[in-house]
């Protein structure tokens, strides 16, 4: 069974730092895309970043502040934000690609975590 477990949110304020981890079990995540999206209330949910091996593809609104990580040993992706602004206030989803590809989609992705929220006060 595929299982993706998203921990690290919380509140913070602007100018603050989070991680978030997510722990996947089940699958071969090596062998695909991991990617982190977000939601906030009354919006679609939005592609944040990725990564495949070693490289990674950020959405324009987190590139500088973000930086996506994963260990493969550990089947852990990571997600370190930095600068957080208001705006980044959202649940925060891990998600594994249907293909190794890099996709910004997320149809593309085909298992989920149950997401972790962010708050990020001004």
């Known amino acids: 069974q595929v299982q993706l477990v998203e921990s690290g949110g919380g509140l913070v304020q602007a100018g603050g730092s989070l991680r978030l981890s997510c722990a996947a079990s089940?699958?071969?995540?090596?062998?695909?895309?991991m990617g982190w999206f977000r939601q906030a209330p009354g919006k679609e949910r939005e592609f944040v970043a990725a990564i495949r091996s070693g490289t990674t593809y950020y959405a324009d609104s987190v590139k500088g502040r973000f930086t996506i990580s994963r260990d493969n040993a550990k089947n852990t992706v990571l997600l370190q934000m930095n600068s957080l602004k208001p705006e980044d206030t959202a649940v925060y989803y891990c998600a594994s690609g249907i293909y190794s590809v890099i996709d910004t989609n997320p149809h593309m992705y085909n298992y989920w975590g149950q997401g972790t929220q962010v708050t990020v006060s001004s």
């Open positions: 089940g699958r071969t995540f090596s062998s695909y895309a």
